[in-house]
Nanobody, 120 residues
């Protein structure tokens, strides 16, 4: 069985920072891409950032650099550092991992989601 467990969400004031973490565990042979999506209230899920096993990153907020994604391949964890947060960043944040299980199956797994609320 494979699990992705997120942590680090919460309430923060505009302009503040948060760091989200996600750990993949279980019968895993290899983890490939990992990343984060978010779903604002009443909207569709949208990409936040991704990182490959080789460390290549892709961010929807690349121009401002407010969000930084990083990965620890040895621990199968991915983190998202979020700075200068805005009320429009309020959303449920989901991590994902594309990984291979010990039985050979390769697929995308999702975490349960963590709430981030930016409000004064």
């Amino acid at each position: 069985q494979v699990q992705l467990v997120e942590s680090g969400g919460g309430l923060v004031q505009p302009g503040g920072s948060l760091r989200l973490s996600c750990a993949a565990s279980g019968n895993i042979v290899m983890v490939d891409d990992m990343g984060w999506y978010r779903q604002p209230p009443g909207k569709e899920r949208e990409l936040v950032a991704t990182i490959s096993s080789g460390g290549s990153t892709n961010s929807a907020d690349a121009e401002t650099g407010r969000f930084t994604i990083s990965k620890d391949n040895a621990k199968n964890t991915v983190s998202l550092a979020m700075n200068s947060l805005k009320p429009e960043d309020t959303a449920v944040y989901y991590c994902y991992a594309i990984l291979q299980r010990t039985d050979g199956y390769t697929g995308r797994y999702w975490g349960q989601g963590t709430q981030v609320t930016v409000s004064s």
